[in-house]
């Protein structure tokens, strides 16, 4: 049997237990695809990753993200959390950015205000077709005009957001899961005041996750949306994760290179793993 430096992380949050967590393995390079998909199923949580030696020159590491089910190209609580291991196993960047090689390529990772960032990959979005937003105010149990605007979002995985009214509107869902089917369903809505100006939900129940605490794939590619479109500044705090329980913090920030998505990370659990 051999063993594995491994950690479990608490993503977007500064107090544990109150992100998102993700299982990192460290120096998984002799791991086959199949005992990832394994241990990833094990672990049942919405996502682990794998710590790999890069294949391209320009990367500092690179990482493999597994849901209990398959392989994603890539995802933004992995993205936070791998670096945050990677750094603290020793890791040492090349320059003042850090570079991801994933699924969809090389990702760009800063510390922007003190906490870890990463550069949305770009995204082709595109109209919400009225048949589907109809299964999604069904699968919502809202009527369909409570959607102000829409969107899929297109970057892996394949996001359609809704916006409604207000952050209360948000927390007040109570989905019909199965009705879900096919849709990864992100809804966002404005808070009014306090720290953070927008509140969001996201489901992926074909994933096998209900409803996901804090959603680093899902706010990137609103953010995209909605600076582009004036919906929303060109910075600002998410909060996520609140009707389960959570106090996720999304930061998002554009400057002229990126959109950042940026949050804090905190390690949960040090040990080895034996396989």
Known sequence: MAQYAFHQVDVFTRTPLKGNPLAVVIGADDFTTQQMAAFANWTNLSETTFLLKPTDP???YRVRIFTPRHEL???????LGSCHVWLASGGQ??????????GVGLVELARLDGRLAFAAP???RRAVEPETLLKIAASLRIAPGEILQSQWLCDPPFWVAVML???DAVLALTPDFAAMEGLEIGVIGPHTAGETQFEVRGFAPGEGIPEDPVTGSLNAGLAQWLIEAGLA???????QGTALGRAGRVHISADADAIWIGGDVVTCIEGTLTL
């Open 93 to 102: 960047p090349r320059s003042d950015r850090i570079v991801q090689e994933c």
């Open 73 to 79: 190209p890539f995802a933004g609580h992995p993205t």
């Open 122 to 124: 770009p995204a082709r």
């Open 233 to 239: 500044p060109r910075r600002y705090v998410v909060s």
């Open 58 to 60: 320009r990367a500092d």
């Open 165 to 167: 009214r207000d952050a």
